[in-house]
Every structure is written in structure tokens, then in C-alpha cells.
């Protein structure tokens, strides 16, 4: 993941979710990958689903 550039994580998070892919709103809830993200109003978004 782009350790230190959050926004361009999520820029890249976003059409991965689309995708039928291992990656999943749950998956992100639980990973611990994405630590650095949490807190972060559009990772929460992304996390629940929305």
C-alpha cells in the first residue's frame, strides 16, 4: 500500500472494490494492511461498504 500517501491509497482502493476481487468492504474492516487508514472519513466509507 503507499505507505505515507493515504489519498493515493484510497485512489487506488476504490476500483479495487468494484472489482470481483479478494478485496472486500470486510476485508478491510479486519486487515491489519490498512491500519493506517482507519479513522480516515473515506476509508470508513470505503470499509463500510458506501
Do not use: H, Q
Amino acid at each position: 500500500l503507499f505507505v505515507g500517501d493515504r489519498e493515493k491509497a484510497l485512489d487506488t482502493l476504490e476500483p479495487l472494490l468494484r472489482m470481483p476481487y479478494y478485496l472486500s468492504p470486510g476485508w478491510l474492516r479486519i486487515d491489519p494492511t490498512f491500519d493506517r487508514l482507519r479513522g480516515n472519513p473515506r476509508f470508513e466509507r470505503l470499509a463500510a461498504g458506501r
